[in-house]
């Protein structure tokens, strides 16, 4: 029997890890899982769509998030890794990636500890969630609820998560639902971090 605090078996084709940065000091990074691709030419096996390889996805990723932040931010990629299917993974050569700048015009987050949560369930019935760090006009608001007819950022965002063309899903390799709860809490390790 499966010890109930061990994590779900990762099922997806494996994920990238991207980074971004204002510049005055805060760093912060990001895990996508994607669909299944070839450990040598990050090919997806599937194409979902107009995404036919890792770079197509990251260049995709890099047009929801810039929505998201202002242009003090900018994301680079850290790295691509190919999970196996034996429960380890392989860092891969990872393709060309032009670092993105963010383009919301708002107001900085009016904390840098602030972050906004997007949880959904996922067609496979997993959880599936994204956390933005200091995204721009971030302030403390209570719980909502977001889906692809939602305005700006967050209705882009799950336009894109819910679409047919993207290859990004969670640990189930299956896409979120188009229903998600947003919530916008202090992160206290960060609060802690900044503030001592």
């Known amino acids: 029997m499966a010890d109930p605090w061990d994590p779900p078996a990762d099922l997806s084709g494996g994920y990238f890890i991207v980074e971004y940065t204002n510049g005055a000091g805060l760093t912060h990074r990001q895990r996508l899982h994607v669909i299944e691709f070839n450990l040598a030419t990050l090919v ?41 299917g034996d ?14 700048v963010g383009t919301n015009t708002n107001p900085e987050a009016a904390s840098p500890a602030g972050e ?11 959880k599936f969630k994204i956390v933005f760090i200091s995204p721009a006009e971030w302030e403390p608001v209570a719980k909502a609820y977001i889906t692809s007819a939602s305005s700006g950022a967050p209705g882009a965002l799950m336009t894109y998560l819910t679409g047919s063309d993207t290859a990004i899903v969670a640990h ?24 001592l």
Request: hydrophobic share 35%; net charge negative; proline share 8%.
């Open 44 to 84: 997806y096996t599937a194409p979902p769509g107009s995404e036919l390889n890792v770079g197509d996805t990251l260049v995709a990723w890099g047009n929801i998030w810039k929505l998201h932040y202002t242009d003090a931010w900018t994301l680079n990629l850290i790295s691509v890794w190919h999970n196996n």
């Open 87 to 100: 429960g380890t993974f392989t860092n891969c050569v990872p393709p060309s990636f032009t670092p993105v």
């Open 116 to 126: 906004t949560i997007i949880i959904a369930r996922t067609v496979g019935g997993d």
């Open 172 to 195: 189930d390799n299956t896409q979120p639902i188009n229903y998600a709860s947003i919530s916008s809490p202090i992160n206290d390790r960060l609060w802690r971090a900044y503030h």
